[in-house]
């Protein structure tokens, strides 16, 4: 089908394109940008007065199939992630079953394509289980289209065996996304300080992220591995961070939309939706993150999506399972802090489309030359929004399986910007806002 999206205003952070125009999509792929004429389009979508976007990518969203189909199916999923903008998606590997055989990947992304609602990029299992003892098929794996290998919420608690599978994967050119996190000192469900203490929580001290990340770059050093750090969440894994790329190591890191805009004290009375991973930490770790965020020092902001069930957030704080929505709230909240920190809205569209395709880079073969952009001749996977309209989340307001989230409306207060109106993979419209 030929489209062509009218009089919206392209931005295109990788390249600086800022202006009003026209964009005309074939074959799946953009023939022109600008002033277009004579196309002779299937279809007309009229965007004035709204932005025309490279499709978000998110790098890290848990879909829980197979395993955890009550909690949420991978076609509602897709779908919450059309819903937010995000045309393509990293998804960890701890499914039920782990992704550490080539078949279940076969699988699940073949489910995704069939549906057409969003790319799917999967990680496979470091370690067969994600039981941190015996390393896994990293080729096969690979073959079969991980772009990546991860523990999850698991870390590897032997070093020897963290330290072949770095190698292991050197050796290949893969990159290992690991959570820092140290199995001993992680096992609390709050953020250790004063909220903890005053409600009489099990506290999870700084140090359980700082220890790791000291091991990480002790073994990217040894072994030259390639890392990316998910979900950093305090100041001092931020010094470290800053320290080790001014170092020249390989590495990237990622910040969640929780640890951006939220802090233990949020956590109210017992608020089951704050239980998160990683828990919310003070004011100054979350101001950290978010000039770390501006400076580049983090690379990529990521929804950290994974729909939890009433039934698991309706039991006490230490009990709830962590997790929260958030693929549908990833726009909004990355101009939420543009706003907030006085930043361009071209900034916060790059770390949600260019930073995290950057950080993904050749794993993302053919794509990698114009995902999260949009240049002619390149891949049309495009997001259409309204930036002047705001809205106040509700659980009747989302896609997605999973309802709860820290930021809904009643919960937090405050209505956040920009709605899409319309969301294209590949020149397929993937979604489109009722009344668009």
Known sequence: ?????????????????????????????????????????????????????????DLCARLREPGHEHEGLLESELAAAAAGGVTSLVCPPDTDPVLDEPGLVDMLKFRARKLSRCRLFPLGALTRGLAGQQLTEMAELTESGCIGFSQAEQPIQDTLVL???????????????????????????????????????????????????????????????????????????????????AEGLAVTADVSINSLHLSDVDIGYFDSAMRLTPPLRQGRDRDALRAALADGTLDALVSDHMPVTADEKAVPFAEATPGATGLELLLSLALRWAQDSGLPLAKALAVVTAEPVRVLGPALGSLAASAGRLVDGGVADVC???????????????????????????????????????TLVAGHLAHEAAGA
Not at 395 to 419: D, I, M, N, W, Y
């Open 384 to 422: 259409v929004f309204d930036a002047g309209r705001s809205w106040g989340v509700t659980p009747e307001a989302l896609v997605s399986q999973g309802k709860h989230t820290p930021f809904e409306f009643s919960r937090s207060g405050f209505e956040l910007p920009a709605r899409v109106r319309y």
């Open 1 to 57: 089908m030929k489209i062509i999206i009218k009089n919206g205003r392209l931005i295109d952070p990788a390249s600086g394109l800022d202006r009003v125009g026209d964009l005309a999509i074939a074959n799946g792929r953009i023939v022109g940008l600008g002033e277009v004429a004579d196309f002779g389009a299937d279809r007309t979508l009229d965007a004035s007065g709204l932005i025309v976007a490279p499709g978000l990518v």
């Open 163 to 245: 330290s072949r599978a770095l190698l292991y994967a050197a050796t290949y050119g893969y990159t290992v996304w690991l959570r820092p996190q140290d199995a001993y000192l992680s096992g609390g469900v709050a953020a250790s300080g004063s909220v903890a203490t005053r409600l009489g929580l099990s506290g999870v001290p700084v140090t359980a992220e700082t220890v790791a990340l000291h091991t990480i770059f002790e073994l990217m050093r040894s072994t030259g591995a390639r890392v990316h750090l998910c979900r950093l969440s305090s100041a001092a894994g931020v010094a470290l961070l800053r320290a080790a790329k």
